[in-house]
């Protein structure tokens, strides 16, 4: 819809207001001319907005355990500003989220906010619960599937297991990820923690979620395949 189109339909809907109330001509031409005004710069607002970038993720990208200020996609948006990339950051991450939650949610949150990148960093939880690594590739792929259909360019961020259930799950697991980037010929960070994962000093006690301090490696590994998605 245009500016012009907006303006008289706003003009048609006023017409009986000025049918009824005592106002001189002008100030009716005045009064439509200043709405028309407001409408063409609302429009221009939004045609100018900065493009998003929606952080679709778990704990790991929630920040689970630190200042929601530390974590890595807090640190990404710093980086922007830093490199003069015009573009904002919404972070709809849950922790504990799976693929399966990730699906019934993503629908929403591409209309709300039409990203024009959407970071998928999913499946941690699915793999730490051993539920179908075919279930979690299936959920992931209609991710993707739905994130490009809303005309997002998708950045899949992939992790790794610990050995609990056994190495062809693991394989199986980690290999999802790669398959998926290909298949669908999306950008890939193949593994989020990629050199601090055996650096016990970077993880909280749990051993599961990278601590402060870890965020910048972090965003590093993400980086590198974001930037050049960043147009």
């Not at 922790?95 to 929403?108: F, Q, V």
């Not at 997002?152 to 790669?178: K, Q, W």
């Not at 051993?207 to 965020?215: D, K, L, T």
Request: charged residues 25%.
């Amino acid at each position: 819809m245009t500016a012009r189109s907006i303006s008289r339909r706003i003009t048609r809907s006023l017409e009986p207001l000025f049918t009824v109330l005592p106002m001189p001509r002008a100030c009716k031409t005045v009064l439509a001319s200043v709405l028309s005004w407001v409408a063409s710069m609302l429009l221009w607002g939004a045609a100018h907005a900065a493009p998003g970038i929606l952080v679709f993720g778990d704990s790991l990208a929630a920040a689970y355990g630190i200042s929601e200020r530390r974590g890595w996609v807090a640190l990404l948006e710093e980086r922007l500003k830093r490199e003069r990339l015009d573009y904002s950051v919404v972070n709809a991450s849950i922790s504990g989220e799976t693929t399966r939650g990730g699906t019934a949610r993503l629908g929403k949150l591409l209309g709300e906010h039409r990203p024009a990148v959407v970071i998928l960093e999913l499946g941690g939880n699915d793999g730490l619960r051993g539920l179908p690594v075919a279930e979690m590739k299936k959920n992931l792929g209609g991710m993707i599937q739905q994130s490009q259909k809303a005309g997002a360019r998708v950045l899949l961020v992939g992790t790794r297991m610990p050995p609990n259930y056994g190495p062809d799950y693991t394989r199986a697991f980690e290999g999802v990820f790669s398959e998926l980037a290909e298949r669908h010929r999306v950008a890939l960070a193949p593994d989020l923690t990629a050199g601090i994962g055996e650096r016990l000093e970077l993880f909280q006690p749990d051993r599961i979620h990278p601590n402060e301090n870890a965020q910048p490696a972090l965003l590093d590994n993400v980086w590198k395949a974001l930037r050049p998605l960043l147009k």
